[in-house]
Nanobody, 122 residues
């Protein structure tokens, strides 16, 4: 059965960088498109990015486009989110998620990881 586990969160200074990892077990990345979402206190869960299962093409929310990069290592069933030029507003719990199609709409998600905390502060 599908399982997603995030890692790599932590405390980083504004302007810094962080790379999150999502390891996927069960059906492989050839079956699932993988997404990154985040949720800050008092806010709805926000879709950030997606990488498609077949083409590997990517999708980004405007809020992170140009700063965040999603990638994957299919042989290791691992998806990454490279986050650069981080801002305090990026502080949130970050989740990876699987879906049949690539969409930033959380209603389409089949399963979620447990989340990893990212805090951007000086």
């Amino acid at each position: 059965q599908l399982q997603l586990v995030e890692s790599g969160g932590g405390l980083v200074q504004p302007g810094g960088s962080l790379r999150l990892s999502c390891t996927v077990s069960g059906l492989t990345l050839r079956y699932w498109s993988i997404h990154w979402f985040r949720q800050a206190p008092g806010k709805e869960r926000e879709g950030l990015s997606c990488i498609r299962k077949n083409s590997g093409s990517t999708l980004y929310a405007d809020s992170v486009k140009g700063r965040f990069t999603i990638s994957k290592n299919s042989a290791e069933n691992t998806v990454y989110l490279q986050m650069n030029s981080l801002k305090p507003g990026d502080t949130a719990v970050y989740y990876c998620a699987a879906a049949i199609q690539c969409s930033l709409d959380r209603s389409r998600i089949a399963d979620w990881g447990q989340g990893t905390q990212v805090t951007v502060s000086s």
